[in-house]
């Protein structure tokens, strides 16, 4: 079992910036890809970024690519998400989760999963 706890989440200006950060624990060697997703009210949980553990590489929603940077620290096992220009559309809860294996853009597919970090964002 993973343990992920987010934080960082807050509220901020339209423009503003945010740094969340997920803590992972537990049996983190299993881990393979790390993703964020967020889920506004009455909508879906939807991908937001992901990156590998192991290598680095990143993977970004279509539609926060340029705005937000997924990145880690394997020394700390800490994943954070840096978002920039935000919008009120960027309203959510936003959600840490692990999966083995490889990358997925689809929720159903991540084995663990944080409790999560409402992000606020006002206009």
């Known amino acids: 079992q993973v343990q992920l706890v987010e934080s960082g989440g807050g509220l901020v200006q339209a423009g503003g910036s945010l740094r969340l950060s997920c803590a992972a624990s537990g049996r983190t060697f299993g881990i393979y890809v790390m993703g964020w997703f967020r889920q506004a009210p009455g909508k879906e949980r939807e991908f937001v970024a992901a990156?590998?553990?192991?290598?680095?590489?990143?993977y970004y929603s279509d539609t926060e690519k340029g705005r937000f940077t997924i990145s880690r620290d394997n020394g700390k096992n800490t994943v954070y998400l840096e978002m920039n220009s935000l919008k009120p559309e960027d309203t959510a809860v936003y959600y840490c989760?692990?999966?083995?294996?490889?990358?997925?853009?689809?929720?159903?597919?991540?084995?663990?999963w944080g409790h999560g970090t409402q992000v606020t964002v006002s206009s």
């Open positions: 989760a692990a999966k083995k294996w490889t990358y997925s853009d689809h929720p159903a597919q991540y084995d663990n």
């Open positions: 990156i590998s553990w192991s290598s680095g590489r990143t």
